[in-house]
């Protein structure tokens, strides 16, 4: 059973009458502890297309099945609840909540699921991207790739069967954007799925598997042959 | 967490806080202010005594003001009038009638002199109002109908007088004179009494005033044959519809008036004051409480402000919320909480601002001299908090809905 299945899948935004289409029938599937990059300029609707297998938007036609079940009749709370404990989400822009400490901000989805013992999973997760010194910190305190390494300790907490990444060193410098992209490759090396959208060539030959997407359409699935194995400093504690 | 939020906004907080913290505030000192002034009311109106009726010459409404007001005087109503009404046939529940007349005047008593107003009354008073004599007898029967020159003095004129002089005023002998008659010497009078202190009522200072026979107070201080006013007190409170008719029906037998378009008099019952101060203080009451709702919903309309200023500020935390899992309700509840806990915390500040107030006003009032009563109800607190709150979840349901029903991607896109 593939983790998620999509056949022609469609997505069409209206506005003042005009109907745009951003992604025209498009099909893949991939399994449990892939790694993938999905690849395209700005504009060719590889965003919209994460949006809808993260369960943050909705296609507007084809089958969408996420572990073996037909996503087309999840009603919102249901969808809530597969962010929570599915779905972890790595932005470009970090989105950490303000005047809050690291700690509280990986604690964050624990808030909004049945977990228990939320300090200890949270440090943990803390711990497996190298933070564990700045439980205390405030978000406005670490610099850009510490930011990044909180998101993914907050998208780590619930033990998600897939990990978005959107454009995850879009906004760090290429070191710490190299560690970063390490403890990507180290959770997957350990058996996280992870799915990672980029417009960068060299970001994406971090992955195991590249989807091309171009003008909503894929023009592109193959086999990452020579893959970058990022050397930072990124921690990862086995 | 919905603490925190609001501590890491904490100028913010109490801004919005400041609102409803005035309404609350201001809730209570209105109602605590209205029940004090309503006690004070109250007090002064009960203070001579209960069941008291008042006959006034001259006809006007019940309700409104007596016919002296205008400035007319009416000689109507006589000594005799009083004699009769004091026959328990004629009107069996009167347990007391006094006659009186009233004038300003001036006291003199050796080198001093104090200015006061005298009332010219009969032995009936000591009946219908109540007060106690600190030293002496009140004009008794005998003085009363051999117009004796005799004078009770309030405390205060006592005082005045005599207070460091070691002299006791009993016995003693003052003149009296009326305000106007400037040339006269005065009417020497013998103290027989003085009535202990007893503060003020209907607003008029009852220590510093002097009694003195009617006889004399009509004949030789004001110059008139007539009555200002009858006194009744009845015998209980049940009773008083029964007197005033029968008072009513005995002085227009007596008055010889046949139909009630010539009655000239006017029945003025202490029961009816009461009710009519009542009904002034209670919407005067009303319409400074609406007042300070009014504050309560522009306090409200502050934290829907701020409420959707904060929405549109933290559309990114919200669409966040929701990306890692947070559903449509949670996100509402977190919203409304934090309104609930700004209005609550500005409910509790208010309250305690409106009591400390209230008190520090009832402090004012009593150095000042006022029969206050600090009065606090459980109701107007329970009120205020129970409206305090509902305006934050009002005012704050809008924004939570708002803040619910965000997309999660357009709010984390959101710049």
């Given at each position: 059973m593939p983790l998620i299945k999509i056949e022609n899948l469609t997505k069409d935004y209206e506005s003042g009458g005009i109907v745009t289409s951003v992604l025209r029938g498009v099909d893949f599937s991939m399994e449990q502890g892939e790694f993938v990059a999905i690849m395209g300029p700005s504009g060719s609707g590889k965003s919209t297309l994460m949006h809808i297998l993260s369960f943050l938007d909705k296609s507007t036609s084809g089958l969408y099945e996420f572990e073996g079940q037909d996503t087309k009749d999840f009603d919102k709370d249901y969808l809530a609840k597969l962010r929570n404990e599915r779905i972890g989400f790595v932005f470009q822009s970090f989105n950490l909540l303000a005047r809050t400490t690291v700690l509280d901000n990986v604690k964050l989805p624990l808030l909004y699921s049945?977990?228990?013992?939320h300090d200890n999973l949270s440090k943990k997760a803390l711990a497996d991207v190298g933070l564990s010194h700045r439980l205390d910190y405030f978000t406005n305190q670490i610099s850009g790739g510490e930011k990044q390494r909180v998101a993914i300790a907050r998208a780590l907490v619930c033990d998600p069967a897939v990990i978005f990444a959107d454009e995850p060193t879009g906004n760090l410098d290429s070191k710490s954007g190299n560690a970063v992209l390490e403890i990507l490759q180290k959770l997957n090396d350990r058996g996280h799925t992870i799915i990672l959208v980029t417009h960068e060539m060299d970001t994406a030959n971090h992955a195991k598997r590249i989807i091309y997407i171009k003008d909503g359409m894929i023009v592109g699935d193959e086999k990452v042959l020579k893959r970058t194995i990022a050397k930072g400093d990124g921690e990862l504690k086995k | 967490m919905t603490i925190r939020n609001l501590l890491s906004r904490k100028g913010r907080s109490f801004l919005t806080m400041l609102g409803i913290v005035i309404g609350v505030a201001g809730v209570i000192i209105i109602i605590s202010l209205g029940a004090g002034a309503q006690s004070l009311v109250l007090g002064q109106v009960n203070k001579l005594g209960s069941n008291l009726l008042s006959i006034q010459p001259g006809k006007s409404d019940p309700k409104g003001p007596p016919a002296q007001v205008f400035g007319v005087v009416v000689t109507?109503?006589?000594e005799s009038d009083a004699e009769i009404l004091r026959s328990s046939v004629q009107v069996p529940h009167a347990v007391a009638v006094n006659a009186m007349v009233r004038g300003a005047g001036t006291v003199l008593w050796q080198n001093k002199s104090t200015d006061t107003s005298f009332i010219g009354t009969d032995y009936g008073y000591a009946s219908v109002v109540n007060f106690t004599m600190s030293s002496g007898t009140f004009i008794d029967e005998t003085a009363n109908r051999g117009g004796a020159k005799v004078v009770v003095l309030g405390s205060k004129v006592a005082d005045a007088l005599f207070a460091g002089t070691g002299v006791d005023p009993i016995g003693q002998v003052v003149k009296v004179k009326n305000s106007s008659q400037t040339n006269a010497g005065g009417v020497p009078l013998r103290i027989v009494g003085v009535i202990e202190k007893r503060g003020s009522a209907f607003f008029q200072d009852q220590d510093d005033q002097i009694f003195v026979p009617l006889s004399v107070a009509q004949g030789q201080l004001l110059g008139i044959h007539y009555l200002q006013a009858i006194n009744i007190k009845v015998d209980s409170a049940l009773n008083i519809d029964q007197t005033i008719n029968d008072v009513t029906s005995v002085l227009k037998q007596r008055h010889h008036i046949l139909t009630d378009d010539d009655i000239d008099f006017t029945v003025r019952n202490q029961a009816t004051a009461v009710d009519i101060l009542k009904t002034i203080t209670d919407a005067l009451s009303l319409f400074l409480t609406s007042m300070a709702a009014i504050a309560l919903v522009v306090g409200g309309i502050g934290i829907l402000n701020i409420m959707l200023a904060t929405v549109a500020e933290r559309t990114r935390e919200i669409g966040l919320r929701k990306a890692v899992g947070a559903t449509n309700t949670v996100i509402m509840k977190q919203f409304l909480l934090e309104a609930g806990a700004v209005t609550l915390i500005g409910g509790m500040i208010g309250i305690i601002v409106g009591v400390i107030i209230s008190y520090l006003m009832a402090v004012l009032m009593k150095y000042l001299n006022f029969d206050w009563d600090f009065v606090i109800s459980i109701s107007s607190i329970l009120l205020a908090v129970g409206v305090s709150v509902l305006t934050g979840v009002i005012f704050g349901l809008y924004p939570s809905l708002k803040a619910s029903r965000l997309n999660p991607i357009d709010a984390l896109r959101y710049e």
């Open positions: 049945k977990k228990k013992d | 109507t109503l006589v």
